[in-house]
C-alpha cells in the first residue's frame, strides 16, 4: 500500500488552510479558467459568484456577486463577470459555482481568484 501524503493545513496557519481540491493546485490562469467557464456551460449549469474575506472561507456564507447568471452560455460574460468580482474585492477570495438545475445541487464549485492571508 502506498503511502498517503499529509497536506499540513493547519486552523493555526492561515496561510495554509485549502478550500477543496482544486486549492492544492498551483493558481489557475486565465486560459485555465476560462476552460473550467467553458465546461460549466457545455453542461447546460447555471454560473454564479461569490466572494469572501479568507479568513472567513471555512464558512457557509459567501457573499453572492449579484444574481446567479441563470442561462447565460456566453463564456466572456462570465469572465468579465468574475474579473469585475476580483477587481471590487482584490482581496477576497472569488470562487466560480455551477448549478446543475436538474439535480438541483451544485455540480462545479472552485476558488478561482485568492485573496491575502490575514
Known sequence: M????????????????RMGTF??????????IRKQVEWIVKHGWNPAIEHTEPQFAKSNYWYMWKLPMFGETDVDAILAELKACHEANPDNHVRLIGYNNYTQSQGANMVVYRGTPV
Do not use: C, H, I
Not at 2 to 17: F, G, H
Not at 23 to 32: F, G, I, K, T, V
Open 23 to 32: 486549492s492544492y493546485l498551483p493558481e489557475m490562469d486565465d486560459a485555465q
Open 2 to 17: 502506498s503511502k498517503v501524503q499529509d497536506y499540513t493545513s493547519r486552523l493555526s496557519d492561515p496561510a495554509s488552510r
